[in-house]
DNA sequence: ACTATTCATTATAATCAGTATAAAATAATG
DNA sequence: CATTATTTTATACTGATTATAATGAATAGT
């Protein structure tokens, strides 16, 4: 929270308390929720705050580096409260997505840069598939 | 286009004239357009070509094994005539998307799973940055 | 602390991608 | 060639996101 108040400080942005409340939501769980769903769970603590302040504070953290968008195969953006790139994974049944956290693919820009010519600024790995929990039931 | 033909009356789906117009425009790009581009490429040779039938064609050929749907970070998907899982190098500059074609990371899901516990049926990797192009412009 | 200014929030309307529907057209089959 | 089932078309609709304009709140300077 930190974090936020500081860079926002920092970019000249306002300190706000639905900011705050965001940011805070979207720290606390590892679902990756989408905007509509961020909206839900502020909905009950915040009742005047709207859909369309959500979505400028989730597009404004992530132009400020502070969370990351992401998108799996959906209609709607899901967003992660850790900047740090890693790779999701995404079950085709439950629909989860989950982190990788202990991975060795941390860098294969570099290596895509040799074969590309690219300047790579941003990796994105997903990763489809059943996890565990519907393994099992199936 | 026989590929397309064969796999249609294996499924009992129809051949027609529009379902190989679309299907022939996709492979004949590297562009990966999304529905409405392919649309607006058929129009002039096929002025009463629906939309909804673009994205019919393309739902149905990407169930079939056909093409792969390809999604970047905007807000609509993308085709690729290419049905073999490929990275995708996406210039965030001038926004084309292109294949990586010669790279070594074909099988990443075999270690994901060890990681991860997950039964892992595709991946996508996105590297975002600048094409040789743009980075010569700046 | 008080006030002015500026930026953010709100509510609502608008837009855009994609999907559903129902009537008309066409492909496959005998 | 006629029948039948599927596809296409045109249009309406939905859901996600963005734009707009008025209100409200945060900050800077007193």
């Given at each position: 929270m930190n974090r936020l108040i500081e860079t926002l400080k920092e970019n000249e942005c306002k300190v706000t308390l639905q900011r705050i409340a965001i940011y805070e939501t979207l720290k606390n769980t590892?679902?990756?929720?989408?905007a509509e769903a961020i909206y839900k769970q502020l909905s009950p603590k915040y009742?005047?705050?709207?859909l369309a302040t959500v979505y400028k504070s989730l597009e404004l953290f992530v132009s400020l580096g502070l969370i990351q968008a992401i998108n799996v195969e959906e209609n709607s953006f899901r967003y992660d409260g850790n900047f740090k790139s890693h790779p999701h994974l995404i079950c085709s049944k439950c629909k989860k997505v989950e982190d990788l956290?202990?991975?060795?693919?941390?860098?294969?820009c570099r290596e895509v840069e040799t074969l590309s010519g690219y300047s790579i600024e941003k990796q994105q790995l997903n990763f489809y598939g059943l996890c565990p929990d519907c393994i099992q039931k199936s």
């Open positions: 590892k679902a990756h929720p989408n009742p005047t705050i709207s956290d202990e991975h060795p693919f941390a860098n294969l």
